[in-house]
């Protein structure tokens, strides 16, 4: 996967698709599947803004069951099978726990004991094909005696009637299932451009004929020709629409969502658990050896670029949060790292994919599309290629890419993949057993690349587990041109919390050899990598 601005420009594309996080990248994914010559456009860095931001939890439609969305329910869970079966290194299953109320509501054990059993008539199909250790189990309910085993005796409260329980996937590493979605693209031709932002259209008897860049990289400005366009630019998405001035003018409210991590311990064991403060839900999900907490949300006036969260958000979300935590109150000090974001929608999302055709506006080769959510990416990016070959009256090719295994997905099971190999990596490469489960979550059977720098085979200071040939994989193979790229998207090494001083500084000084920095700029990049942290 090679960054070549060259050989965009000189290149007709059937699309072009901008934005590139999750909805953006599986949309461009799809088209280059179905024989669209297709060109990916980024303004900054892959999966770096609202699709960096989530609980990592892979929905299967138990929460639309309030709503009688059945619909969405279905959607979803078609999703989250599909995610667990193409990229089943980076995809899991994960318990949730919901403790029940004795008042009469939908959140009473009854409510949800028949809510259970109506999920699981309606998704009677969540582990077709599956197997066994990606298998989703049936949900159900469990007694106030087995809850206050499984999480503590701070559930012993009378307002306390026992738990429901349901199984979701979760992406262990959301930046790199983005990233599967781009690698697999390139296999079918798909040409992908990083740090380019698009300043302007060419316009031709009521069509787009060609889009502006800039590149961020090389400070040179270019147009790339193309039959069709699809803004997938999420919250920019209004900014960019902007560019043209024969469209009206549009508002696309957005809401500001945030997550806190923290590295307490908040509940025993690895299962996700949710607590409601009156009609809200806030959930605490196990990760990577720390806990994320979520949602809050607050509407947003601003350009979504100017995105701060302040130290004022953060103590008010913290209240919220200590009025359904049963455990010791969370403090500031606790939290050490905080992912931001967008969804669209004022105060709630209002659930729907939107697409939005633009030929009524007077452009008949432009579209706009409007997702909500990170489960249904790849479902969204078919639908809108339906629509794309539809209007376009090119080759109608059915969609494949449910059943295309992403990059690192080429395997069979999971867990018989990490036993047949785990002995080649622990004898053969000389690394420990940590490291090797790692490769494999990470990378999947695409673990190799990685291990084709032996000379680099040697963990990242203040790692436990990166390898410094991650780094330079990352910046040869995917794209990475700044240091948090690879700091925050291409490993793990600040995803989490603010790494440290000497992690950063080994980075940038492999980096800056490879890519031509000079000491200014490597301490550049290790001071603009720092003000991303709290």
């Given at each position: 996967?090679?960054?070549?601005?060259?050989?965009?420009?000189?290149?007709?594309?059937?699309?072009?698709?901008?934005?590139?996080?999750?909805?953006?990248?599986?949309?461009?994914?799809?088209?280059?599947?179905?024989?669209?010559?297709?060109?990916?456009?980024?303004?900054?860095?892959?999966?770096?803004?609202?699709?960096?931001?989530?609980?990592?939890?892979?929905?299967?439609?138990?929460?639309?069951?309030?709503?009688?969305?059945?619909?969405?329910?279905?959607?979803?869970?078609?999703?989250?099978?599909?995610?667990?079966?193409?990229?089943?290194?980076?995809?899991?299953?994960?318990?949730?726990?919901?403790?029940?109320?004795?008042?009469?509501?939908?959140?009473?054990?009854?409510?949800?004991?028949?809510?259970?059993?109506?999920?699981?008539?309606?998704?009677?199909?969540?582990?077709?094909?599956?197997?066994?250790?990606?298998?989703?189990?049936?949900?159900?309910?469990?007694?106030?005696?087995?809850?206050?085993?499984?999480?503590?005796?701070?559930?012993?409260?009378?307002?306390?009637?026992?738990?429901?329980?349901?199984?979701?996937?979760?992406?262990?590493?959301?930046?790199?299932?983005?990233?599967?979605?781009?690698?697999?693209?390139?296999?079918?031709?798909?040409?992908?451009?990083?740090?380019?932002?698009?300043?302007?259209?060419?316009?031709?008897?009521?069509?787009?004929?060609?889009?502006q860049v800039r590149d961020a990289v090389s400070g040179s400005?270019?147009?790339?020709?193309?039959?069709?366009?699809?803004?997938?630019?999420?919250?920019?998405?209004?900014?960019?629409?902007?560019?043209?001035?024969?469209?009206?003018?549009?508002?696309?409210?957005?809401?500001?969502?945030?997550?806190?991590?923290?590295?307490?311990?908040?509940?025993?064991?690895?299962?996700?658990?949710?607590?409601?403060?009156?009609?809200?839900?806030?959930?605490?999900?196990?990760?990577?050896?720390?806990?994320?907490?979520?949602?809050?949300?607050?509407?947003?006036?601003?350009?979504?670029?100017?995105?701060?969260?302040?130290?004022?958000?953060?103590?008010?979300?913290?209240?919220?949060?200590?009025?359904?935590?049963?455990?010791?109150?969370?403090?500031?000090?606790?939290?050490?790292?905080?992912?931001?974001?967008?969804?669209?929608?004022?105060?709630?999302?209002?659930?729907?994919?939107?697409?939005?055709?633009?030929?009524?506006?007077?452009?008949?080769?432009?579209?706009?599309?409007?997702?909500?959510?990170?489960?249904?990416?790849?479902?969204?990016?078919?639908?809108?290629?339906?629509?794309?070959?539809?209007?376009?009256?090119?080759?109608?090719?059915?969609?494949?890419?449910?059943?295309?295994?992403?990059?690192?997905?080429?395997?069979?099971?999971?867990?018989?993949?990490?036993?047949?190999?785990?002995?080649?990596?622990?004898?053969?490469?000389?690394?420990?057993?940590?490291?090797?489960?790692?490769?494999?979550?990470?990378?999947?059977?695409?673990?190799?690349?990685?291990?084709?720098?032996?000379?680099?085979?040697?963990?990242?200071?203040?790692?436990?587990?990166?390898?410094?040939?991650?780094?330079?994989?990352?910046?040869?193979?995917?794209?990475?041109?700044?240091?948090?790229?690879?700091?925050?998207?291409?490993?793990d090494l600040g995803s989490g919390e603010k790494p440290q001083?000497?992690?950063?500084?080994?980075?940038?000084?492999?980096?800056?050899?490879?890519?031509?920095?000079?000491?200014?700029?490597?301490?550049?990049?290790?001071?603009?990598?720092?003000?991303?942290?709290?």
């Open positions: 996967m090679k960054r070549n601005p060259e050989q965009v420009t000189a290149t007709h594309y059937d699309l072009i698709v901008i934005g590139g996080g999750i909805n953006g990248i599986a949309t461009a994914y799809e088209a280059a599947t179905r024989g669209l010559k297709t060109c990916l456009l980024e303004a900054s860095d892959f999966m770096s803004q609202t699709s960096s931001n989530s609980l990592k939890i892979i929905h299967g439609g138990f929460r639309y069951l309030q709503q009688a969305n059945l619909k969405r329910i279905r959607e979803s869970n078609r999703e989250r099978r599909t995610l667990l079966k193409i990229a089943p290194h980076l995809v899991h299953p994960l318990q949730c726990v919901l403790p029940t109320e004795s008042i009469w509501n939908l959140r009473s054990l009854p409510g949800l004991f028949a809510a259970s059993l109506i999920n699981g008539l309606i998704s009677f199909d969540r582990s077709k094909g599956l197997p066994p250790d990606k298998r989703i189990q049936l949900g159900g309910i469990m007694s106030k005696k087995k809850l206050i085993e499984l999480l503590g005796k701070e559930f012993d409260q009378p307002s306390v009637t026992g738990a429901a329980i349901w199984h979701d996937g979760m992406a262990i590493n959301s930046e790199r299932l983005g990233l599967a979605f781009l690698h697999a693209g390139t296999r079918y031709g798909l040409d992908a451009l990083n740090y380019c932002p698009v300043t302007g259209f060419q316009q031709k008897n009521g069509q787009i004929s060609g889009v400005s270019f147009t790339i020709s193309a039959d069709f366009v699809v803004n997938a630019a999420g919250a920019w998405m209004g900014g960019l629409l902007n560019l043209l001035p024969t469209l009206p003018k549009r508002d696309f409210p957005q809401c500001r969502v945030m997550n806190l991590v923290t590295k307490r311990t908040l509940f025993p064991g690895k299962q996700a658990v949710g607590l409601f403060d009156h009609d809200r839900a806030f959930f605490f999900v196990p990760w990577r050896g720390y806990w994320m907490i979520g949602t809050d949300e607050a509407a947003w006036q601003d350009e979504p670029g100017q995105l701060r969260i302040s130290e004022e958000d953060i103590e008010r979300f913290l209240v919220r949060i200590n009025k359904v935590y049963p455990g010791q109150p969370l403090r500031r000090e606790d939290i050490c790292h905080l992912h931001k974001g967008f969804v669209p929608g004022r105060f709630k999302p209002d659930g729907d994919f939107k697409l939005l055709d633009h030929q009524k506006d007077g452009i008949d080769n432009f579209i706009s599309l409007q997702p909500v959510k990170y489960t249904t990416a790849r479902d969204i990016g078919q639908k809108t290629v339906d629509f794309v070959l539809r209007k376009t009256g090119k080759p109608f090719q059915p969609s494949r890419t449910a059943e295309m295994p992403l990059e690192g997905g080429e395997l069979e099971s999971f867990a018989v993949f990490c036993k047949q190999n785990m002995q080649e990596i622990i004898s053969g490469a000389g690394l420990s057993q940590q490291v090797a489960q790692h490769l494999f979550i990470n990378y999947g059977s695409s673990y190799q690349k990685v291990l084709h720098y032996p000379e680099l085979l040697r963990l990242v200071p203040g790692s436990e587990e990166v390898l410094v040939a991650e780094i330079a994989y990352a910046v040869e193979e995917e794209m990475a041109i700044r240091l948090d790229d690879v700091v925050r998207r291409r490993t001083p000497e992690t950063l500084a080994s980075c940038a000084a492999l980096m800056g050899k490879m890519l031509g920095w000079s000491t200014e700029q490597q301490e550049a990049e290790i001071a603009r990598c720092n003000d991303f942290y709290l």
